[in-house]
């Protein structure tokens, strides 16, 4: 995984971008990765342009990780969302949880002025 830390907005933006499965046996590392994120900004854009498959257990750390930077006056967003992923969060209605963006640059955009979408 892949991370940096982007000022364009005007605010810190952690930019990761995710590995191709995030399932029961690697959403620890993804987790643990994302903790340390946290320690950085409480702004995160997750690029998922590469995700090609997330099972119940990604879900769970994408939304515990959401959490998370809510409880830090962040927000998480998402960028890149292919098919299968963008089916996932619709049957789970997970969609309604997340800033979902067609790419990093609008993801990342979308946090001049603090402003949650």
């Known amino acids: ?24 046996a690697s959403c620890a590392e993804l987790q643990a990765a994302a903790a340390g994120w946290l ?4 702004n995160l854009v997750f690029d998922c342009s590469g995700l090609d498959f997330i099972d119940s257990s990604g879900l769970g750390v994408l939304v515990s990780t959401l959490r998370k930077t809510i409880e830090q006056d962040g927000d998480l967003k998402l960028a890149c969302l292919g098919m299968k992923a963008s089916m996932l969060m619709e049957l789970t209605k997970a969609k309604r949880l997340f800033s979902i963006h067609p790419d990093a640059v609008s993801a990342i955009a979308a946090f001049h002025g603090g402003v949650r979408q």
């Open 1 to 24: 995984m892949e991370f940096s830390v982007d000022t364009s907005a005007g605010v810190r933006v952690g930019v990761a971008i995710l590995p191709e499965r995030i399932d029961a």
């Open 39 to 42: 320690k950085q900004t409480a």
